[in-house]
């Protein structure tokens, strides 16, 4: 790999004074490669309840979780804050809907025997995960206001909200916001042009308040008729809108859903699942 601790732009962090290299797999960045992990994660959990299969074979269901395991952990390694983040947050808000809502009470016993296992090992990946990894996880958990992953993204999103002030009605151009940059900036490193971190005010500084209205009405339209079509009368209901709206607030920290082709193929999947799971 031509990747390195010591190289400009690799995405690290330190613990305890030592460099770690977040897990990059075969894609630009660790997040995009937590994000693909999530829906991985997130089909093999549907797969897993939902599969039809009355005999229940130990060997393959302790198989089928190591499979499991080893998802989680490829997530873990990214170390990607916010998608491990929606992640917990998802597991939890399912397994309260099952335990607390009412119409979810009556849930087939399989399906509940395999969500109860899904949940045990989870926990159970993720104490030993933070075990193991104490010092690094101890690290990410901890955000400081002065670290440049937070610092950067408040001075790119100072520079996306004057860009869009300037350019309210149709923006400066789709694509254009780093060679915008790049032009008025010139003093600035060169790893330092990069996209503002946020696809709302990227799509607002190059398409105008204009374009960004039509996205958000779109967004809308879809998640608006999933609700109404649905009624979210089964629990994978729930589950689908998660996905999809996970991604919104993935969005609100990150530009990959936007920018990068791996990024926008997963983006517009999670809405198109979203979308064809509104007739079942």
Known sequence: SPLSI??????????????YLRVYGTTPHPNILAAWLFVAIFAFIFWYIYRNKKEVVIREEVLLL?????????????????IIGLWVL???????????KKGFKSIDAKIRSRML?????????VMAFSFIFWPQVKSRIHISAQEEAVTQRIYYNKIAGSVAASH????????????????????????AYQPVHNIYLLIASE????????????????FYRFASRTRFTKL?????FILAGSFLVIGLFDHFLWTS?????????????LSTRANT
């Open 6 to 19: 010591n190289a400009t732009g690799v995405a690290v962090f330190l613990a305890d004074g030592v460099k």
């Open 66 to 82: 190591i499979v499991y395991v080893v998802l989680l952990f490829g997530l873990f390694f990214t170390f990607s804050r916010v």
């Open 90 to 100: 998802g597991f939890s808000v399912r397994i309260l809907l099952v335990v607390f």
């Open 117 to 125: 296992a899904l949940t045990v090992v989870s926990f159970a990946a």
């Open 168 to 191: 309210p009605f149709l923006g400066i151009g789709v694509g254009q916001f780093v060679p915008n940059m790049m032009s008025k900036l010139k003093h600035l490193p060169a790893n």
């Open 207 to 222: 398409t105008g308040f204009l374009g960004l209205a039509v996205f958000l009405c779109f967004i809308f339209l879809v």
């Open 236 to 240: 994978y209901h729930f589950s689908f």
């Open 261 to 273: 082709q791996q990024g926008s193929l997963i983006f517009w999947m999670a809405l198109a699942l």
